[in-house]
Each structure stands twice: as C-alpha cells, then as structure tokens.
C-alpha cells in the first residue's frame, strides 16, 4: 500500500523534517499561556508579515507552509518560549538547608577522620548536623505545601481556572513512567524501542488485515470508484464566508496541544481579520478543487492510558491523534453540512456522540427494559458486546460508500474522502517523534468528522435488529439495542433470541471486517417466575463461549446478574470511587485539620467527589432505604472537613455545611432528565415517557412512575403537564431547585429546633444556600482554621464540658468548673463567666 503513496507525501515529509520546519515544535513541552500574551501585538505584528509577503492561496503549492511559516514567525516575536527544564523532580531547598548541609558535611568528615567513633563529641556533632539538616527540609517542606494551600483558597475566590489547574497539579500522583511495552507479546524497554513498538503497534491496527485479492474487497474499490467518478461530475464548489469561518474556529476547543507545525487554535482566533481572510482563501479553494492539500493530513498521535488493565500493555492504551488546525477547521464545516444528513439516517437508539443527548440516555433504556420484566415477573437477558479497537479499524470503503448512500455526495464527499486519502501518522513519545505511517483504516480519536461518521458506520446493524423486529420491546417501542458510539447492548425476553441478534451483530462484523471479543462481551440474565426459559442457556461469539458473570458495567453503571441488587451494587462501587477521589486530593488539602479551609475544602468536595459518588443514581433512582450508604458516607466526609466528632446532629452538618441531603441532590438530577426528555421529539425517551405515564401503576418499579411520584413530593407540575408543556432548561432548572431547596430547608429547620444542643446555630444561611457564616468568616490563615473545630463544637453542642460529664457517666462526676472551682461548668459559664477565663474574654469582648 505504500508503494501507491505519491512521492509528494515523503517529499513534504522530509521536507517538514529535515528543513527545521517543524523540528522546533516538536522539541517544545510547554504551550503558549495565550492569558499573558499582547494579543493585539501578536495581531499587529501578523498582520503586517502578511501584508509584506503576500501569498497566492490559488497557484501557490507552498502557500499553507508559508501561511503557518508566518504564524510561527509573529508568534516568536512577541513570545518568548523557556526551554524546558531537564531536571525532573523540583528539588527541596533553600538557604537554611545549605547552610546545614555544609555544617553537616563538616561535621560527618571529622568523624570519619577520627576513624568512625560509635561515641564522643564528633559523633554528637554529626547527629545534631544531621538532626539540623532534617529539621530544615522539613520546615521547607510544611512552608511549601502551607504556601500551596494558601495558593488554592485565595484562587477559589478570585480565579476559578487557576483554582481549577492548582488542585489538578496536586491531585497527581505522578507521571505514569512506563519502562517497558509489550506489544503482541514483543517487549520493549529502552526509550527508543518503546516508540517502535508504539509505531508498531497503531500501524497494525491502521493496516487493514485482508487481502487485496479478497472478491468482496475488490467489489467495494470497484464502488469507490464508480462513486468517486459520479461525484466528480456532479461535483459544484462549495463557498464558505469569512463568518462561517469565524464560527467554525469559535466551535473548536482552545488549550489544548498544538499541531505538527506548533499551531493551536488561538493563534487563528486571535490573528485578526487578515489572518481570517487568508483562511478563508485556503479553504474555499480547497474546496472548489475538492482536493485537501498533504499537509493538512499530518497528524501527531499520542497514547493515552485507559486507566484499566496493566500499564505496559499497548492495547490498554487509545490514540488521539492531534491534527492541523486549518484541516479541524476544514472538518468543523464539513461536519455541519453531513450532520443534516446524518441525523435523518441515525437510528434512535444510538445515544452516542449525539448534540443535547446524554448518553446516559442510553442507560436509561435498558434499565427500563429490565424494570418492564421485573414488573411483568419476566426473563430478561442482556448481552453487552466489546469490539476491539472499534473505532481503529473502520473500513474506509465501506464507510465512503455508507456515506454515499445516506445523501452525501458531489464535492461534499470528495472531501471528506480526501481527508483520509494517504494520511499519515507519527507517534509522538516521551519527546521523540517517529517515522510517519499510512492511515489505510479506521477514524482517527480527535478527528471533528470521526464521531459523525462513525456513528454512520454502525448505524446499519442497529436498523437490521430493529427491522427483523429482534430484541425488547416496551409495548410497541422497540428496545432491543440501545447503545452509545461502540458500546452496545442487546436486549431480549428469550435467550434464543438474544442469540439471534448476537449472531446478527457477529455476521456485520464480519461484512465490515472488525472483530467482537467474546472474552470482554458479556451476558447478563434473569429468570423471571412467570417465565418457561431456561437459565442454563450458552452463549457465544466465533464459536467461543461468552461469560456469564455476576456483575458488569454498562456506561459506568454496575448491573447485578440479580437487577434487584444492581442499584445496592451501583451505590457501593460509587462509594469506593468517590472514597479514591477523596485520597486524590489530600495532597491539595482535603483533609480536615491542617489542610485548606472549610469553605474551600467544601467546593472542593462538591466539585470533584460528589459527581462521582451520584453518578448514574439519577437513572436508577434510589429510595431513601438505598441511599442510606450513601448518605452515611455523605454525612461522614463533611464531618471529616469540617473536622467534627461523629456524634455531631445531621442537620447541625448541613446547616454548618449549607448543603441539602444527598437524595435532594439525586432528585433534581432526575427531575432535569424528565424536563431534557420532554424537549425531545421523536426520541425513544419521549415515547416511553408517553406509554409508561399512561399505563403504569404509582406502584410500578418504572423510572417515569417514580418521577410522577417526585414531582407529587415537591409540589411540582404534574408529569402530564410537563410532557404536554416543557419548560425551557434554564427555567425548569431554577423551578426545581427552589422547589427541593425549600422542601429540605423546612426539614432541616424543623429537625434543628428539636436538638437543645443547637439552640445557638442559626439555620438563615440555608435560604441561600450557603455555607453557615462561622465557616465563611475564616480567612486563609492557618491559625484561624485550626481554631474553627473548638468554634463549630461549641455551636453544635458537642464541645465535652464538666457538665456533660456529669450527666452522660454513670459515676458520679462533679459538675464544677475545673478552673474557678465555684460553678457548674455550663456553655454559659465557660464563654462568657468563668473567672479563669476574664483576662482572654476581655479582649474580644471590648
């Protein structure tokens, strides 16, 4: 294949190389922080580099290397990029550690001279260097983290980015270093033999494994070819105005990594209306040639760890794949014009990749197929399928020819083929770069185009299931395959008909040449008791076995072979990964005494460990018996922040903590989803929301009967209502959030009154949802923090004075203030009588 490669690829190849062209860039480690960059300068100074070298974006073949040669040029003019540091680890130090190590060195040098005595005054000296020495590092080593903390809580007030990007710094726990790499059983170790086995592992997997001799694969070139040829002679040029360039660059994600030629998108974005119209000019006469330009399919891949599996084994890491800025903004318009066409096509059950459609959605209708069979005491089988490397080996014929039939043609898809026609990759690594190699199959992870055309790749096998009337089905609402992207599971009430549609999505496989693995695709089944199915049906994929575990994860939910028990399942899983998060994040602070203060420690733990501990609850809609785990780790973490003993009242944690009670959280999750689903038309969601708010019982284990019964407990519209009449997003949001805001607010209140030991804590800061102001009034001073826990147990009662010792002991205990020895020793007494206690009360008091 690489032999009908045009010498003109390796030519500006070797030319991008070896010139210098784009060597700088590929040394850098550091991005351009466009935050503390003269922008207007960067713009001034592009600007008049290209009114002096004027470029022809029609004749000249050179003219984008030229265009991005300029960009370069201006941004090094007005930036000034540090080499990166070769020193690895940042290493504790400072004058007073000097100055020990050198007394220390003094001293170990005159024991040695007195041939090592294990006593006498030169070895008391060396322990006390030695001793001097540890003391300095360590007190260089509190300052540093003391200084960190005090970093954080100033930037949670004032700059949430750099709040953000502080606690991401001390969350890690260090770069993965990998020192080998096994590939296919060959293992690599030195630095540049583990780029050779990156390169040749994704080129395995960019080669298609056939035949060229294959009669199906011949068929399919032969279409390509009678496409193509149809194509050309209907082709018409596109035009694209500098607005819709302008929206196009507007749509692509900033700070991230640059491209090959050390471009990113804020150099576009922020190189003024000349820079625009120069790209403009490129892209339209790409288009009217319907031909994209070698250079703009230089890709630069990355392996990205799965985070699953073992860390030296290369099929547990993902390519993505960094392309030329101008080619993503290529992309972005091109995508706009096939997403019409796309969307007419897609089959309703893909949830994948899919604008304002979660794909949580997806899990949402499985888990009404299964609460539809518990319901009606039915079997229930579910096979969830892995393919390998799915979206690496997508067959380019194959996919050209499905996009032509779905509508795309002309020029439209003459470009989008010549996007991936001799394309070439290289793999970027621990600072080395490798040779490049020929995309032949696949969509490349990063790609604007690949998620749309990925989705128009698997949408054939999701219409055959569903047209052979195969799998689940809701009354007359097909639910035999939901799926999201690659992930799909299939549903069934028979085993024999599971394996049917197993075998389905086996024989597409096989058409289009990817490989289902039967060791990582699962079965999951329940018998139901008004059902004759057997349980001990096999099943398999290639003639293999599939197993038939307890548990397995769906889209991040863990499912019990018993559904019964999959929310309990789901709910401790969440816990353990929510407990994970929080040891993350010790090293930012999270930690109660010592650490950050509360108020940042608590947006801390809203922000990164609530999502996780509530994820996926809003779909499985726990009840409060469920949630009581989940609320006990809840309530223990806060306790844990705040620094306060475990006896301390709930309600007192949530007053002090400004927050409402977990399930509050899961229900205005839920009661957003309903609204979303409401707002779709024509979506599967909406149409089981229809049939099951009109059949089902207020006993009914279905999600939309649980959510009729919400809507009741806060006095919300009735879910009819809001299927007939849904409230825009913004509106619904702030309804819900006042209605269960208000409804835990009163209980919290009303619990609080009944606790004598509160009667001082005020529950005002509730109505606005914030923290209590005994929190919010400590600063970042360390002193300050370690003072709020006596603070808060006196407010909530839980501060152990001589009276309540004399009350809870079962011996007798004198009541009687230890310190002045004349009255009880009563929260009264100790705050504001105790004679002891005048001369620091004074103070405070005047």
């Known amino acids: 294949m690489f032999d009908s490669l045009t010498e003109t690829v390796f030519k500006l190849w070797q030319y991008i190389i070896y010139t210098g062209f784009v060597a700088n860039t590929l040394t850098l480690t550091q991005k351009v922080n466009w935050d503390k960059i003269d922008i207007s300068k960067y713009e001034a100074e592009l600007t008049t580099r290209l009114d002096r070298n004027p470029i022809d974006y029609t004749a000249d073949p050179l003219a984008i290397e030229k265009l991005l040669d300029i960009i370069k040029q201006s941004q090094d003019s007005v930036v000034t990029i540090k080499k990166p540091s070769k020193q690895r680890n940042k290493h504790i130090w400072n004058d007073e550690i000097g100055l020990a190590l050198i007394e220390n060195k003094k001293a170990l040098y005159q024991w040695r001279q007195e041939d090592k005595p294990v006593d006498g005054e030169t070895m008391q000296k060396r322990k006390k260097t030695k001793k001097a020495l540890r003391r300095a590092r360590r007190q260089e080593i509190a300052k540093q983290r003391d200084e960190s903390m005090q970093a954080i809580m100033t930037a949670q007030r004032s700059d949430s980015k750099m709040f953000h990007k502080l606690v991401n710094a001390q969350r890690k726990s260090g770069k993965n270093i990998l020192s080998e790499l096994n590939v296919q059983g060959e293992i690599h170790t030195s630095k540049d033999d583990i780029l050779q086995g990156w390169n040749k592992h994704f080129k395995q997997l960019a080669t298609p494994q056939i035949s060229n001799e294959n009669v199906e694969y011949t068929d399919r070139e032969l279409d390509i070819d009678v496409i193509e040829e149809i194509c050309k002679n209907n082709a018409s040029p596109i035009i694209f105005t500098e607005e819709e360039i302008c929206q196009a660059i507007g749509k692509l994600n900033t700070k991230k990594a640059p491209d090959i030629y050390g471009i990113t998108v804020e150099h576009i974005k922020f190189g003024g209306d000349t820079l625009i119209k120069a790209v403009t000019a490129i892209i339209n006469h790409i288009c009217s040639t319907a031909s994209v330009p070698d250079s703009l399919k230089l890709g630069i891949l990355t392996p990205i760890f799965k985070n699953k599996g073992i860390l030296s084994e290369a099929k547990n890491y993902r390519g993505i794949t960094v392309l030329p800025v101008i080619g993503k903004i290529l992309e972005c318009l091109l995508r706009d ?353 229809v049939r099951q708010l009109a059949l089902v019982g207020f006993s009914s284990s279905s999600w939309f009967g649980k959510l009729r019964n919400l809507l009741a407990i806060y006095e919300l519209p009735s879910a009819q209502d809001i299927l007939d009449n849904p409230y825009s997003k913004e509106r619904w949001k702030s309804i819900v959030k006042k209605a269960v805001d208000n409804y835990y607010r009163a209980q919290t209140t009303s619990s609080a009154r009944l606790y004598s030991s509160l009667r001082f804590l005020s529950t005002n800061n509730l109505l606005w949802n914030r923290p209590h102001p005994s929190l919010a009034s400590v600063n970042t001073s360390s002193q300050d923090i370690s003072r709020l826990p006596t603070k808060l147990k006196l407010l909530t009662g839980t501060y152990y004075l001589q009276s309540n010792k004399a009350a809870f002991n079962q011996n007798t205990v004198d009541p009687t203030c230890l310190l002045c020895k004349g009255k009880p020793e009563t929260i009264d007494h100790f705050l504001m009588e105790c004679p002891a206690l005048h001369e620091i009360r004074s103070p405070y008091l005047q």
């Open 337 to 689: 014009l096939i997403r019409d066409f796309i969307k007419i096509l897609q089959n309703r059950l893909q949830r994948g990749f899919t604008p304002t459609v979660s794909p949580l959605y997806s899990a949402l209708i499985l888990l009404e197929s299964i609460l539809e069979s518990l319901d009606q005491k039915t079997s229930i089988f579910i096979a969830l399928l892995d393919a390998k490397s799915a979206f690496d080996v997508v067959n380019h014929n194959s996919l050209y020819r499905k996009l032509f039939l779905s509508g795309v043609g002309g020029t439209l898809w003459l470009l989008i083929r010549q996007l991936s026609t001799n394309a070439l990759t290289s793999i970027k690594w621990d600072g080395l770069t490798s040779e490049p190699f020929l995309i032949q199959q696949g969509v490349r992870q990063g790609g604007i185009l690949s998620t749309e055309l990925y989705k128009l790749y698997v949408n054939d096998v999701l219409d055959q299931l569903e047209d052979n009337g195969l799998g689940k089905y809701i009354g007359d609402i097909y639910c035999g395959a939901p799926t999201c992207a690659d992930d799909i599971a299939l549903v069934a009430n028979s085993p024999t008909e599971l394996q049917v549609m197993i075998s389905t999505v086996e024989n597409y496989s096989k058409h289009e040449k990817y490989v289902l693995q039967p060791t990582k695709s699962v079965v999951l089944k329940n018998k139901g008791s008004n059902s004759s199915a057997s349980s001990l049906q096999d099943f398999s994929i290639n003639e293999q076995a599939i197993i038939q575990p307890d548990s397995a994860v769906h889209l991040g939910i863990k499912h019990n072979a018993n559904f019964k028990k999959t929310i309990t399942s789901h709910i401790n899983e969440n816990i353990s990964k929510a407990r994970r998060s929080m040891y993350s994040l010790m090293g930012a602070g999270l930690h109660g005494k010592n650490g950050l203060n509360p108020t940042t420690s608590l947006h801390i733990f809203h922000t990164y460990v609530l999502p996780v501990l509530t994820y996926g609850l809003e779909i499985l809609l726990p009840d409060k018996k469920q949630l009581d785990n989940i609320e006990v780790f809840y309530r223990k973490s806060l306790k844990q922040i705040l620094s306060m003993p475990t006896n301390t009242a709930d309600v007192a944690i949530y007053t002090l903590a400004g927050v409402i009670p977990i399930i509050g959280t899961i229900h205005k999750s839920a009661l957003n989803t309903f609204n979303k689903i409401c707002n779709m038309d024509s979506s599967v969601e909406k149409d089981l929301a």
